[in-house]
């Protein structure tokens, strides 16, 4: 197949591992664990938000920094595993950290607290996550590569449909007992230590690095010698990221369309409920789209999913401009919403172990969710700012522009001549 933006299809060494092996299921339990601690606060910390009395930026605001700080880990993280090796115990401190922090929410009165809570949960995120990523790309035969990100994208956003369910179905039960509103937002939020740290001993108990050493080059000279078609990639990325906001923000969204009909803490509800839908889908087209790119463009199936996630942003556009607040027409923007993040984390993933070859590849993904990061603090901020100081519709408007950008940027280089992809899988 003739295709710009090539990648490496060498065949399967016979000694090679089944794909589905004692890793991929460890890090997809993981994950799950992790994912559902962490989508039990994300569900409910708009509501909570809200109870106490904080805006769409300081929303925006808080998504942001944590994605930004996320980002400027992840590369670190990255290089320093690729030159010392010492992954597995690198991931394991990230998903404690991330486990743990998220508990903080419990005491916080204001933006500070939830700040803290929230940047030390993507710093832990931001460790592990090219790590993790690297181990899982040298676990699996290449032709395999897809499904295997399929796999544990599946298991991660499993994890995030269960955790809104319970952090909604706690906050039901809790919320009409009690005289303080706040009060069963934070006993969800100490809940969510329970998996959070089962997380980070389902990878340590569960997974080996199937790679022990380390290399000796300098940061920027391996940052500087990662491929040029891999950083022509990003371009498109990048692009898309500055339009592609944090989805607490459509959790936010859905709950102020809500709340002048149902009330602020039942809107809080609906809006959890219609979270884990959009998981739900994550969970179910994560592995069918690997195993679709292990056999076609994963280039041109990436552009599919940005589009998609444009139509959404637009959604969201559409709801506001004519204050739609049908939850059947919300359910929709967030369904679409779990396609396309589907698409966008398989396979970015899947494509920057494509195009990197293995020494240099837990820097490349830490550059990956360095542009990824950048370009979420860019729209977060923006759209929480613009969402406060303009309006919601303005605010959609220039996400979904961005976005269309991105797409046709990922498409253009797709078909245009952008160098070869490195011979090493």
Known sequence: MKESL??????????????????VVGMGLTSLLSDAGHEMATAILPGFLAVLGMSAAALGLIEGVADAVSSFV???????????????????????????????????????????????????????????????AESVPVEARGRAFGFHRAGDTLGAVVGPLIGVGLLAILGHSVVDTSRPFRIVFLVTLIPGVGSALAFALMVRDPHQG????????????????????????????????SHTLMILAATQLLSTKYGVVKAAEIAGFLYALHNAFYAAASYPVGALSDRFSRVRLLTGGYGIGALMVLGFLVAFA?????????????ALGG???????TLEGALTADLVPKPSRGT????????????????SVMLGSLWTAVSPVFAFACSSVLM????????????????QAPKSA
């Open 404 to 419: 269309v950008v991105g797409g046709g940027l990922l498409l253009s280089m797709s078909r245009g001549p952008i160098g």
């Open 322 to 334: 004519k204050q739609i607040t049908t939850p059947l027409f919300l359910a929709l923007l967030f």
């Open 6 to 23: 090539k990648v490496a299809t060498q065949p399967a060494i016979q000694s090679e591992p089944a794909w589905l092996n004692r890793n």
């Open 214 to 245: 380390g290399s000796v080059r300098e940061f920027w000279l391996t940052v500087k010698n990662l491929p040029g078609n891999f950083r022509r990639f990003l371009y498109g990325v990048g692009v898309f990221g500055m339009g592609d906001f």
């Open 339 to 345: 396609i396309y993040m589907a698409v966008q984390d």
């Open 364 to 379: 490349a993904f830490g550059v990956m969710g360095t542009v990824n990061g950048v370009g979420d603090l860019v729209a």
């Open 74 to 136: 992840k590369i670190g993280a990255g290089w320093l595993a690729d030159r010392f090796g010492h992954r597995k115990a690198i991931a394991v401190g990230g998903y404690l950290l991330t486990g743990v922090s998220k508990a903080l929410f419990a005491f916080a009165y204001g933006l500070p607290l939830i700040l803290v809570g929230r940047v030390l949960a993507w710093f832990g995120r931001g460790i592990r996550g090219p790590v993790r990523d690297a181990m899982l």
